[in-house]
């Protein structure tokens, strides 16, 4: 998207004919036609259509439904799919003082300064003088002073209280890169650069290695009820509780639904060989879910036999390690089925928001023979199927298995001790 471009989709004449498309609700080829009809080339008929179907994203990720209307801003796919939403960013707000100076190093198109509190004097900081625009236009679209600065955030001279940085962490558009370290600026550069501020933070992936983390700082796990979206790191006077790892779960307005916090032990936080091995396969495993399918720390639980429940922790509690304290505070017999998944079983059920609990109906060998008659036997004719540490294809599986019955349930194919099992269960509660 080059600035030529933008000049045409900011206009006040496509802005107002994509008000209008929505409004009727036309396709894209009643879009397409009429924009043939206006005269529009093809090359800006694409920049168009391309725009518009942004524009339902954005507005759904930062504005509430009654701010929708008539919100433009400046964004390609890969800048839009980086920032963050209104939820996180909402409740990431409340840890800034409301008087100083923030940098927005890494600033995009402004995911993170749309937050910040009006107080502070900000200054968006990014190499690419394309995102600059971008920002700038977005920050002043919806009534916020700013100053931007093109220059590598490495070497950046505007002085500033605090800090607030996404790196880089996508060489290709859309693809997401499998090593969580190849990040610009790297970890080791972010520590560099807080040295120069009172505080900051930094937006990590979820599954950076914490051991990689600095000493003196908090370390925040974000996300919803299924999710888990950032790994959040406090630098300096941000940092109210040192040394501290956090998981919060946030709801759609930014405040908190649940907080879980531990002391930082480093002791746990490295793997030995042969356990990291286990892992890493399960990390290669398919899986809508497979993001967050391991438990990865020497904290995890002990194993044990399938129980009367089993129980899928919240992810924000997967990756910070905390869903062990938080299920034995429930039932202090709380065990692992298997090394390595985050399969929680326990014989009293264990609560939401932190676990999806399910009470146990019946469990055998992945074969189809054996789990078509568990099925039948509990009369299950609708079927949700979950998936860790087992590789298939979840629908091809249930029309495969045809289930027959009146009873929901979910059908689990995950391992006990290491091999392959299906567990039934239904929702507890």
Partial sequence: MTMNTWDLLTSAEIQGFLEEAFLRKWDALQVSTK???????????????????L????????????ERKGKFLLCDRLALEQSTAKDIGRWKSNLWPNEGSVNDLCCGMGGDSLFLPSPLKVCGVDLDENRLAMYRYNMQALGKQIHTLCQD??????????????????????????DLRNLTPTLDEVVEISKHYKGGMAKLPPGYPPAEIPDRTEIIYLGGHS??????????????????????????????????????????????????KKLDHNDSLEGKDRTYRTATSKSDLPLGEIDQFISEPAPVLIRSHLFNAAALAFDANAHLISEGIAYVASAAPLPAPGFSCYEVLA?????????????????????????????????????RLKPKGKNIATLFYTRAYGEKVAILARRAG
């Fill in 153 to 178: 955030v490495r070497n950046a001279d505007i002085q500033a209280d605090y800090f607030t940085i996404d790196p880089a962490r996508r060489a290709i558009e859309g693809e997401n890169q499998r």
């Fill in 35 to 53: 924009l043939n009809k206006a005269g529009y080339s093809n090359e800006d008929r694409a920049a168009i259509m391309d725009y518009m179907a």
């Fill in 55 to 66: 524009v339902p994203k954005f507005r759904d990720k930062f504005f509430d439904d009654t």
């Fill in 227 to 276: 999710d888990c979206r950032e790994c959040l790191i406090l630098f300096g006077e941000l940092a109210k509780h040192p040394d501290t790892v956090r998981a919060v779960i946030v709801d759609k307005n930014g405040q908190t639904v649940a907080d879980w916090s531990r002391p930082r032990d480093r002791s746990q936080e490295t793997l030995d060989d042969d356990l990291q």
């Fill in 363 to 399: 469990h055998t060998e992945i074969a189809t023979g054996a789990v078509r008659s568990m099925l039948k036997e509990n009369s299950i004719g609708k079927l949700t199927l979950k998936l860790r540490g087992v590789k298939l294809d979840p629908d091809a599986e249930i029309k």
